[in-house]
């Protein structure tokens, strides 16, 4: 797996988002504004939940914003052997059962799935639980985090 290619794809993914939410907030405010939804009593509310969803979506495009800058600012480096986990590392994890799942530590977009290479990676990002695990780690550690209550135990398997 390469991760320029990946960062690239994280990259094209993060600004397509960043233009849906953009849409989805000019779609949004339209709405709230139009001359239609102006409130014709104290009950009629489609005006003000239409003004809280304009709000909830320029959110959303300032969430995307930080992510694609953050991602952006990020320069893929080689990881190299006895080095510590850091931003920008692609981690292989490993279950006593043998499943493998591929972590990307990122700057943001937290939860991002993105098929890569015949699998799927996952951005994870410092402030997560599995992330401030990774942070810092090496080749060959043992973490364990919980999970809706329960533990799951991972041995850090392979670093890119």
């Given at each position: 797996m390469d991760k320029a290619s990946l960062l690239a794809d994280i990259l094209t993914a993060l600004a397509t988002a960043q233009t849906q939410a953009l849409n989805a907030a000019a779609e949004a405010h339209e709405t709230a504004t139009h001359t239609e939804n102006v409130a014709e009593n104290k009950y009629d509310t489609?005006?003000?939940?239409a003004a809280y969803l304009a709000h909830g979506q320029s959110q959303r495009v300032?969430?995307?914003?930080?992510?694609?800058?953050a991602f952006e600012s990020l320069r893929p480096t080689p990881w190299k052997t006895g080095?510590?986990?850091?931003l920008g590392a692609l981690i292989c994890l490993r279950t006593d059962e043998a499943?493998?799942?591929?972590?990307?530590?990122?700057?943001?977009a937290g939860g991002l799935k993105m098929p890569f290479g015949g699998t799927e990676v996952i951005v994870v990002t410092?402030?997560?639980?599995l992330g401030q695990q990774?942070?810092?780690?090496?080749?060959?550690?043992?973490?364990?985090?919980?999970?809706?209550g329960k533990q799951q135990d991972y041995t850090i398997k392979e670093v890119r």
């Amino acid at each position: 797996m390469d991760k320029a290619s990946l960062l690239a794809d994280i990259l094209t993914a993060l600004a397509t988002a960043q233009t849906q939410a953009l849409n989805a907030a000019a779609e949004a405010h339209e709405t709230a504004t139009h001359t239609e939804n102006v409130a014709e009593n104290k009950y009629d509310t489609l005006g003000l939940e239409a003004a809280y969803l304009a709000h909830g979506q320029s959110q959303r495009v300032l969430t995307c914003s930080t992510d694609l800058k953050a991602f952006e600012s990020l320069r893929p480096t080689p990881w190299k052997t006895g080095d510590a986990i850091d931003l920008g590392a692609l981690i292989c994890l490993r279950t006593d059962e043998a499943a493998a799942r591929w972590l990307y530590l990122g700057p943001g977009a937290g939860g991002l799935k993105m098929p890569f290479g015949g699998t799927e990676v996952i951005v994870v990002t410092p402030a997560a639980p599995l992330g401030q695990q990774l942070l810092g780690r090496y080749l060959g550690d043992d973490i364990s985090i919980m999970v809706a209550g329960k533990q799951q135990d991972y041995t850090i398997k392979e670093v890119r």
